[in-house]
């Protein structure tokens, strides 16, 4: 099959999970055989070829690029934002590349800087279209739900807006897919999705050669985190959270970039009693090497959780919020859950600070929960959903 691939950036342009995830199932795709085309937001229109893939970038049309460098005023944040509700300027240049490449069928997936207006190019093609629900664009300007340090149980009057327009839109989709069910049921309160075939399908992880457990020092519990440490990554909760601790015998290695003030802050206002280690932006591998269990606290409700995966396969035991698309990833044997409230995560911690041997019983676990993540298995639950439908538009045709 060709298969077509829409998403905001694409390699080397990266500003979440989304861009890898698309890379990685767009690279599987080819090994197996597929011609993949990706097309995404660039500072240049070029094209190229990336692993095997052909990857086609497209210069903004709109007051500034995603990519440009420093942060905008707020009339113009505004003003990007209300043409990006219903952008048309891509439409004939969208509809000329992709009537050239003549996809079998086309997975849309984050539209940011595109807008649902793209949708309509590919509708007048007759093509098939699968939306990928990877972040909570449809619904948020801000693609988050996540305003003021809170989820957003509402939608704010901004996003009603432009929720109002977009929504005119997601009956184009032939189907839609969803990286977890808490995403595609947050998508269905509002109604988006609900009279289209809907899926979960997980994404794909690059695991790492089989890890060696280490044994933990009882004296010396190294907790990780990686990630942006950010308010809405639930930095700030976990530092409250160790501060409530009556032990002391850990040391916190926190992995990821960082605003100097934001960690002065930190440790001026929680002042915990272990040892504190910021790491910067890390090597994955070294971070995951040097820590006997992670910690997911995301205060806000992440589609899915890349990093829970990644943990599993270095045979590191975690902690993991009890919300968004983590609820998904939830696995007893190898993971304790909390509640994202005052108290919930010192007391799994207490818990295991106290009885450290419990670390090596989880990470024995591990690798039971890694495999439904694989390119293998990710790319057969994508054709399974892909070939039918590329074949029932085609007989239509017919």
Known sequence: MTILFINTLYTPHHMGGAEVSVQLLSEALVKKGHRVYVISLGNKRQVKRVNGVVAVYLRSKNIYSLL??????????????????????????????????????????????????????????????????????????????????????QLCFACQVSFHVKKGFTDLPDAYIGISHFIMTKHHELGVGLDKPGYIVPNIVALPAAAAAKQADPNNIRIGFIG?????????????????????????????????????????????????????????????????????????????????????????????????????????????????????????????????????????????????YTATVVTEQFLHIAAPLSHHIKKQER
């Not at 995951?288 to 035991?317: C, H, T």
Request: hydrophobic share 40%.
């Open 228 to 372: 942006r440490l950010t308010a809405e990554k639930g930095i700030d909760y976990l530092f409250s959270e160790l501060h409530k601790l009556q032990l002391s015998n850990y040391t916190l290695v926190l992995a990821g970039a960082y605003d100097e003030a934001y960690r002065k802050m930190l440790l001026q206002a929680y002042q915990p009693g272990g040892e504190i280690v910021f790491l910067g932006k890390t090597d994955a591998g070294s971070f995951y090497s040097n820590v006997d269990l992670v910690v997911i606290p995301s205060a806000w409700w992440e589609p899915f959780g890349r990093v829970a995966i990644e943990a599993m396969a270095w045979n590191k035991p975690l902690c993991i919020a009890a919300q968004g698309g983590l609820i998904d990833l939830y696995e007893p044997e190898c993971m304790w859950q909390f509640q994202m409230q005052e108290d919930s995560l010192a007391a799994v911690l207490e818990t295991i600070l106290r009885k450290p041997e419990v670390l090596a019983e989880k990470a024995a676990a591990c690798g039971k929960f890694t495999s439904k």
């Open 68 to 153: 440009s460098d420093g942060k905008k005023p707020s009339w113009k944040r505004m003003l990007w934002h209300v043409i990006d509700t219903c952008n048309p300027h891509y439409y004939y240049q969208l509809k000329h590349i992709i009537s050239r490449i003549k996809p079998d069928v086309v997975n849309t997936n984050n539209l940011q800087g595109f807008s649902l207006f793209t949708w309509k190019a590919l509708r007048r093609l007759n093509l098939p279209v699968i939306h990928t629900m990877r972040d909570y664009y449809i619904l948020c300007h801000r693609t988050t739900l996540f305003k003021g340090g809170c989820n957003c149980d």
